[in-house]
């Protein structure tokens, strides 16, 4: 959808299965060969080459990262933040979709998705890897981002559709965006930031 837009698209992922079917879809739609190109690797070795290349002064920075459903499953959110902070540009995005550490979260991602309806394989959430708002708020907030929104989703495993909800007590989506080093010089002292009202 972001490559329609006529945005350039990168998308990345560490298995390389998931990146050919990426790929074997993309190539069925012509107005996309020039929009969309995948590669299998993470963000970390991203981030890596961004460094690299940045000293060549080479601008290989990002307007944007979109990372849906991938917070949840990672051992190291703070590494995945600094990589975030490295590909962005300076006022770049961040939009993150991810499950909540609450009790209800637990009872309907693991219990009934996974163990009863079977809609994800079993295993594939870890509830210790679950982020609440606030906590994903504040490690982003330490390494140079500034969360503008956190909103509330709810699935529906009926029709298969996403909608907006007033809760984030389940899945929430966040979008944040880089500071540049004037804005973080300027900005008011750790612990002053505003902080988002989560249900």
């Not at 051992?75 to 990589?83: G, R």
């Amino acid at each position: 959808p972001l490559g329609r837009l006529g945005a350039s698209v990168l998308g990345i992922d560490p298995v390389e299965d998931s990146i050919r079917i990426a790929q074997l879809h993309s190539s069925h739609d012509p107005d996309l060969r020039d929009q969309v190109s995948y590669r299998a690797c993470t963000l970390e070795e991203l981030s890596g080459e961004g460094e690299a290349e940045q000293e060549e002064q080479t601008e290989t920075q990002f307007d944007a990262i979109v990372a849906s459903e991938v917070v949840e499953h990672l051992a190291d959110l703070e590494t995945f933040a600094i990589s975030c902070s490295h590909v962005l540009k300076p006022g770049g995005s961040l939009f993150i979709t991810t499950i909540n550490k609450t009790n209800l979260s637990y009872a309907l991602a693991i219990v009934v998705a996974e163990q009863l309806l079977h809609i994800v394989p079993r295993g594939t959430h870890d509830w210790e890897k679950f982020v609440s708002p606030v906590e994903l708020e504040r490690l982003l907030e330490s390494n140079g981002f500034l969360v503008q929104s956190v909103q509330g989703m709810l699935y529906n495993p009926i029709s298969g559709a996403w909608s907006w909800a007033n809760s984030t007590a389940i899945n929430y989506a966040l979008h944040a965006v880089k500071q540049d080093d004037e804005t973080m010089d300027s900005s008011t002292p750790p612990g002053d930031h505003h902080e988002a009202t989560h249900s």
